[in-house]
């Protein structure tokens, strides 16, 4: 498997804005034009859709708001909320679990790291009801004991511990 260093960044401005887009190598999105483009659609899912829903909302309310000077406690309708739609992501990576090997198809693919470093987050900070989804835990499980996500794993934020099973393979 290729390093992520491999992956070409490309961006163009356009007026105030700038388009950005991932050049990824060959091998790392398996597959004819249909099977790639559900790559794209899925990594664009977690970028996009999940990050917007869960992991930024997350993240802000659980670490960022403590790092502040003010140190403020988490918002709990914020939280209610996040949780809500974590439910509804997990629902779909059970589906996708239950009718394919992996998430995009019968490979491995960028889909399937995308959506594990997002999972990954809310796996550190102890969200995920794994109990109300056993597809998508078996579907992490079998990304998490991979040997190259072992550093992910030993990633630590400062002042805020791992879920207890976090760097646990067999949680």
Request: with cysteine; hydrophobic share 40%.
């Amino acid at each position: 498997m290729r390093r992520l260093l491999d992956f070409r960044i490309y961006c163009r401005r356009a007026g105030r804005r700038a388009a950005c887009w991932v050049v990824a190598p060959a091998g790392t999105v398996p597959g004819n034009r249909e099977e790639r483009a559900e790559v794209r659609r899925l990594v664009d899912w977690f970028h996009g859709k999940f990050d917007r829903e869960v992991t930024r909302d997350l993240l802000f309310e659980k670490v960022y708001q403590r790092m502040r000077p003010t140190g403020a406690a988490p918002d709990p309708e914020m939280l209610r909320a996040v949780r809500a739609n974590l439910r509804y992501h997990l629902s779909y990576i059970s589906y996708l679990s239950d009718t394919r090997r992996w998430l995009a198809g019968d490979e491995l693919s960028f889909a399937d790291l995308a959506a594990a470093g997002h999972i990954s987050t809310v796996d550190y900070l102890g969200e995920l009801p794994w109990v109300d989804f056993p597809l998508a835990k078996e579907w992490y499980q079998r990304i998490k004991s991979r040997p190259s996500f072992r550093s992910v794993l030993a990633d630590r934020v400062p002042g805020t511990p791992p879920s207890a099973t976090y760097a646990d393979l067999d949680f």
